[in-house]
């Protein structure tokens, strides 16, 4: 609490996020859940003591929450973790989506894709945290859905599609530059690892200017 409130002190940052994908730690323990939201809500009463500007909110995983993973066996919905917080208490939903693990091709994403959370969040602003596809097969992964550097502009499309005239004030695509294996070829490699503008040696995808005037 004393980190996070000197850090809030200092920079005034215009949001705090408060955990990562939370819904994940719902689902592996939920006993516990209760406890992080009760430790959520004395970090936000924190945050606002020193810096009542910032918004502060919790992130989730979109798929993950909402059972759209058909392709990565993510069916189950945890809406509960979200809605075990008290709306009161939060400012900004932030959200990392990734519909590849629902879609194997970028063109049928639908416009409503988001429309499961808006309808829980009413006007609360939604900042994306992480999103974007891969550009390439890393290690062999050979997943179901496309992995090219055309599938890459033609999500941006569909971002679009999907984002537009909604209150989204940040979205932030995964990474700049692609990832280098560490030697262990994780599977969080194989699937994110090419989830940038760039490749590892520097190079543009297609995708790079389109994102950037985006």
């Given at each position: 609490i004393q980190m996070l409130?000197?850090?809030?002190n200092k920079y005034r940052p215009p949001y705090v996020f408060l955990g990562n994908e939370n819904d994940f730690y719902f689902e592996s323990n939920p006993g516990d859940y209760t406890n992080w939201v009760i430790a959520?809500?004395?970090?936000?009463?924190a945050i606002k003591q020193v810096s009542e500007d910032t918004k502060v909110g919790p992130v989730f995983n979109f798929e993950h929450i909402s059972g759209n993973g058909q392709l990565n066996a993510w069916?189950?919905?945890?809406?509960?973790?979200?809605e075990a917080h008290s709306m009161d208490k939060i400012d900004v939903i932030g959200l990392s989506v990734y519909p590849f693990f629902n879609y194997e091709d970028p063109a049928d994403i639908p416009a409503n894709y988001l429309e499961p959370l808006f309808s829980r969040i009413g006007s609360k602003p939604l900042v994306i945290t992480e999103t974007?596809?891969?550009a390439q097969n890393l290690g062999g992964l050979n997943p179901q859905w496309s992995t090219t550097e055309e599938a890459q502009v033609q999500y941006l499309n569909r971002l679009q599609a999907f984002t537009s005239e909604k209150n989204i004030p940040v979205i932030n695509w995964l990474y700049y530059n692609g990832l280098s294996d560490d030697g262990s070829s994780s599977t969080a490699w194989k699937t994110f690892g090419s989830i940038s503008i760039r490749n590892r040696?520097?190079?543009?995808?297609?995708?790079?200017?389109?994102?950037?005037d985006f």
């Open positions: 409130t000197a850090f809030v959520y809500e004395f970090m936000y009463n069916t189950q919905t945890f809406w509960q973790a979200l974007g596809w891969p040696q520097g190079n543009e995808y297609q995708i790079y200017n389109p994102w950037i």
